[in-house]
Structure formats: C-alpha cells, structure tokens
Nanobody, 122 residues
Framework: QVQLVESGGGLVQAGGSLRLYCAASGRTLSSYVMGWFRQAPGLEREFVAVISRSGGRTGYADSVKGRFAISRDNAKNTVYLQMNNLKPEDTAVYYC???????????????WGQGTQVTVSS
C-alpha cells in the first residue's frame, strides 16, 4: 500500500509560479512510475505529466509543455511539479498518482492522492 499526499496548491496570479509536492508513505516511491493529473469543475480528469521510476524519462501534456516540470527525489519519497507561467486555464484540483506502468491517461493507476487546489487569477 502507498499513501500519497499532495500539497503546495494555492491562489496565484497569471504568470506566477507554484511548486506542488506529492509525499508518499508506505512502500518506497522508487517502485512506481509517478504522474500528475488535474481536474477542473465540470471536466474530466486529464493528464499533466509523468516520470519514470529513476526520473530519467518525463512526459508532458501539450498544454503544459515548456511551463511545467516534473521531478522526483526517491530518497525523500517525494515527487514535485514545478509550474511556471501559470494561466487561468490551469485552475484545477491537481492529483498525483502512482502506478506500475507508464501511462498518460487517468485509468489504470494503482494509487491516488486526495488532490490540492490550484487557482490562477487573471
């Protein structure tokens, strides 16, 4: 079992930055591919970013490429999402997920956190 807890969300003006954290307890995080997803009101959950177990490979949704960066520190059992040049359309609840397979869709992940709210004002 893995428990995931996100933090770092908040209210920021357009053009600003936030860093999200996903802290894991239970099994070591290095056993899992990790992903970030988001869900805005009335919309389906969508892929944001994914990182391999070692951190050597990353993937991003086109909408965040060049602005967001996913990273991980397996020694600290933590995954990060650095978000720069935020836009109002980035407003959503952000979730981290852990899984055994590289995926860019919400289905099939083994564990999810409870989410952290990110609100970007114009």
């Amino acid at each position: 079992q893995v428990q995931l807890v996100e933090s770092g969300g908040g209210l920021v003006q357009a053009g600003g930055s936030l860093r999200l954290y996903c802290a894991a307890s239970g099994r070591t995080l290095s056993s899992y591919v990790m992903g970030w997803f988001r869900q805005a009101p009335g919309l389906e959950r969508e892929f944001v970013a994914v990182i391999s177990r070692s951190g050597g490979r990353t993937g991003y949704a086109d909408s965040v490429k060049g602005r967001f960066a996913i990273s991980r520190d397996n020694a600290k059992n933590t995954v990060y999402l650095q978000m720069n040049n935020l836009k109002p359309e980035d407003t959503a609840v952000y979730y981290c997920a852990a899984g055994s397979v590289w995926r860019t869709v919400p289905s099939g992940w083994d564990y999810w956190g409870q989410g952290t709210q990110v609100t970007v004002s114009s």
